[in-house]
């Protein structure tokens, strides 16, 4: 079952958070520091109260997955659209629950949810090198908006 996430959940979210950052780590351990998350447990707590940046989790008898969300808008701008748009900042299946379609439950009901309050659409950044994710995102439907660019001095 896909919830909104809650304080109990903070110990299993920083162990999925572990994780990604693991992932996050091995591809790039220039940027990344292994071992730790991108948020504390009073970080947590902070952020899963914050109505503009949604937390869901997947939950079968423990949080399996979870996938963290930036509702914004753009109004009156100069150049832009007026639009509302869902940034999905972080998803993330738990590694023993791989292949088992968490990952397509929650981008299924993160989709709907911004469908619901009017979204024009949702967007999210990959890391060059993790492949699964890629292919995961490109068979939910979604493709390249923009690409990020860099050179290493």
Known sequence: MIRKVT???????LELL????????EIRPDLFK??????SAEELT?????????????????????????????????LLQDNKMLYIDDICVDEKARGKHVGKALFDHVK????TIGCHHI????????EPALCFYQNMGMQVQKTTMEIIL
């Open 46 to 78: 902070m952020l899963f109260r914050d109505e503009s940046k949604p937390v869901f989790v997947f939950d079968d008898g423990g949080v399996q997955g979870y996938a963290f969300c930036q509702v914004s808008e753009v109004k009156d701008h100069l």
């Open 112 to 115: 709907e949810y911004a469908q």
């Open 7 to 13: 304080e109990k959940d903070i110990p299993q979210v």
């Open 18 to 25: 572990h994780q990604v950052n693991m992932v996050h780590y």
């Open 123 to 130: 967007t999210l950044n990959v890391w060059e090198g993790n």
């Open 34 to 39: 292994p071992h730790t998350t991108k948020y």
